[in-house]
Every structure is written in C-alpha cells, then in structure tokens.
C-alpha cells in the first residue's frame, strides 16, 4: 500500500526546486490572503460609513425627542424659598435651577405669589412668574444675579440685564443684541412650576435706561469689582 507523501518543501533558506514552489502554491491557505484582507477592508469601510450615516441620522432625530420630553418640573415659589438659603427670592430675585439651566423669578413679589394657567410665550406676566434660559444672547456664557442690585452681569463681555432679563440698552451695558431668551412655563393649581425647555422664546430688544421696560439697578455699579 502506497502511503501518498506531499512534496517536498525544502528548510528556509535552502534552495528552491520548481515542484516544491509548485507544491507551495497548491496548498490550502493559513490565515489571511491579500484578497480575503482587501474585501474585508472594503466591508468594514462599507460599515463604518454606514455606521456613521446612522449616527448622523439619530443625532438628527435625538434632540428634537430630548427636547420634547425637556419638561423640567421647577417646584412652587416656596421650595425655590427654601432651596436658596438667604437669596432674597421672596423679593423677586433670580433663583437659578441647574437643572432646567434657567433662572426663575416672581414678577410682581407685591402679588404675593404665582398664579395657574400655562404661558407658551415666556413672558410670564398672567401668571407672575418667568423662567429664563442661562444662555446669555451674545455667545452663550451664564450671566449672574447681582444681590446687591437686582441686575444679570455676564462675566464674559459684561452684557447687563435687569432681573427680569431685559437688557440694558447702549454700549456701556455690553454687546448683546436683545434681552435673555424665556420658556415657556405652566403652573399647576398647586402652584408647582413646570418649565418648558424643549424651546426658547427670544428675548425683547434693549430698552434705555429710564424708560418703562427696564427696572433700575437697585445701586449704581452692584457687585463691580
Ligand atoms: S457672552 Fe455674555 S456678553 Fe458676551
């Protein structure tokens, strides 16, 4: 009986007979041909395009969906009371809530309290409360409530706002084109603030000093310095 023996296939670095290099081709390939590596770097070039075509799609859908569930539940005028220790809330002083990244204040404080009903305008004033988004209207920095006079200073190119976020008209109060951006709010018969992200209303144009629409600085030149 005959025992079939492969073709001899000489030691590296020895010479190289024509049956073997024959032998050598016929046999079964290990590992990965430059063919078999070509198609699979095509497949995964196909995939990663796809992939990334997917993603720009549910980049494309994903915020609008965030943006429609953005309701963010604020509390009512109390617990802004309690949550900001000794701000002058009760006065009608921003109370910043991080997590609807806006800025929360009463209207009127002389009315005593907010008032149920839904506002999609942002402006607030049926319901004597307005939320604020913290985006500052010139490059997008947080502005700050001043304590001491009642006014939003923006740390990045000192755009003022008065407490209710109109904007402080001329060149000495910065370079914001209109006042901060609102949201729009619903209060619910238990006084509990809901606040609207999923949108923004733009702010009113800039109004000049001493005019009815801006409310004075409570001191000249609060918190400079
Ligand atoms: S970002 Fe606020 S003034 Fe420029």
Aim: proline fraction near 10%.
């Amino acid at each position: 009986m005959s025992v079939g023996r492969s073709p001899q296939v000489p030691e590296f670095g020895g010479p190289t007979a024509a049956p073997a290099i024959k032998a050598l081709r016929g046999r079964p390939t290990t590992g990965l041909s430059r063919r078999t590596l070509l198609r699979r770097s095509l497949g995964l070039g196909v995939a990663l395009a796809a992939a990334e075509g997917l993603l720009g799609m549910v980049s494309f859908v994903w915020p609008k969906t965030t943006r429609a569930s953005a309701r963010v539940r604020v509390g009512s005028l109390g617990d802004l009371i309690a949550r900001n220790g000794s701000l002058p809330i009760v006065d009608g002083f921003p109370a910043y809530v991080a997590d609807a990244h806006a800025f929360v204040m009463t209207i009127d404080p002389a009315k005593g309290g907010w008032l149920a009903g839904a506002d999609p305008t942002g402006d607030g004033r049926t319901l004597n409360v307005r939320a604020l988004s913290q985006r500052c209207p010139h490059l997008g920095c947080r502005p700050n409530p001043c304590v001491e006079d009642f006014w939003f200073r923006c740390p990045c190119h000192q755009s003022r706002y008065d407490r209710l976020g109109t904007k402080a008209d001329g060149v000495l109060y910065g370079p914001a084109p209109h006042g901060m951006d609102r949201f729009p709010i619903e209060v619910d018969g238990a006084g509990v603030l809901t606040v609207d992200t999923s949108r923004v209303v733009l702010g009113p144009l800039p109004v000049v000093l001493g005019q009815p629409g801006l409310i004075p600085p409570r001191v000249p030149n609060g918190c400079v310095g």
